[in-house]
């Protein structure tokens, strides 16, 4: 990941060769709606903005696609809320979050959401002695460490989860999100689906009144600290996981059998989700139905304007996204699980409520 707010630039070649992309104009203009169905101006620059994790997928889609199109994009790592920000004010053309926006916020900031791709969070935790045995923990003993009543590695309830692995009595060091972040939305809901006491007491936020643990700033925060302090245990993206090569805790279910994060259980989580029981697609995949799916599941969302003036613009994001979704294994180069072709369809069905002057945005651009 790029430090935060550096400005990452895809790669400046100019190319025609997919439906709708002229070579007229070497500067951009704006145009009217319904020419854009057509015609968009070569070297057309957009920008996006939104947390680490966000830009790492801008980064593995956006060069194949300025090779093909020859449109620029810049991309900003500044974080959830400054994304939101940056997409409200027009700064940036589109936002790419970790967690949803409610139908509130989206109304609001007049804001139109939709999944672009899916990931997983995963436990991982520091055993100094690199022991062999991998450590198991389910989701009421990970609960009961974050609400600092597991405080030494010895307690008998992680004992019982792990009679090959001795632990000692050395405390427990839970390291958490200290900033707002997607990451801590989508843990919280977990942990409130699978524990009254952590709902009652903390519920699901962005940011929760932690009790216990140690805070720090950005995922890459969480996982450095998980790396460096012995005893430590984290929840962090699966894509920071293995880059950092962090060990991971094996999650055991309620039917005691072995839980992995893997590009079947996150799709079965979003398979089994109903996308439409809330409007502009703010669910939460956690702790799916379906036995199959990974219960720390979670979606990547964008976020675009409404109404825009420039036609173009708003049709050359589309196709950005477009492109990206036609290009899976870059998607997993970058960790992340593609849509799946329902989920797919739904989300580029629901551009159609996107306006430019009144006219729809994207009509039949969709490319052959």
Known sequence: ML???????????????????????????????????TEVPVQLEIAGAGPGLAEDLVATW????????GHRLSFRAVGNAAAVRQVQTREADFAIVDAPLSLIELDRYDLHQFPVALHALVPVVHLPGAPTAALHLDAPTLTAIYLGEITSWDDARI???????PLPATPVIAVHRADEAGTTWVLTDWLS??????????????????????????????????ARVPWAVGVVPQALADR???????????????????????????????WRAVAGFGVALTDASDPAAWPLSAAIFALVPRKVPDAARALTVLR?????????????SAHAT????????????????????GVPVWQDAKPK
Request: aromatic content about 4%.
């Open 159 to 165: 004992a019982a989860l792990n009679p090959d692995l």
């Open 320 to 332: 950005f996204f477009a492109s990206a979704s036609q290009e899976p294994e870059r998607t997993r």
């Open 3 to 37: 430090p935060l707010q550096r400005l990452y630039v895809a790669g400046l070649v100019v190319a025609a060769g997919v439906a709708g992309v002229g070579c007229r104009n070497p500067q951009p203009e704006p145009v009217d709606a319904a020419e854009s169905a």
């Open 244 to 274: 950092r090569r962090l060990k991971r805790v094996v999650l055991v279910g309620v039917a005691g059998d072995e839980l992995a994060a893997t590009e079947a259980t996150v799709a079965a989580a979003a398979l089994a989700t109903d």
């Open 62 to 69: 956006a060069p194949a696609w300025t090779a093909t199109t």
């Open 338 to 357: 593609p849509l799946p072709e329902p989920l797919l369809r739904l989300a580029q069905d629901s551009w159609s409520v996107l306006r430019s002057n």
């Open 193 to 226: 689906k699978v524990s009254p006491v952590w709902r009652a007491r903390l519920g699901r936020d962005r940011s929760v009144a932690w009790t216990t643990g140690v805070g720090v700033k950005e995922d890459a925060g969480v996982a450095d600290l998980v």
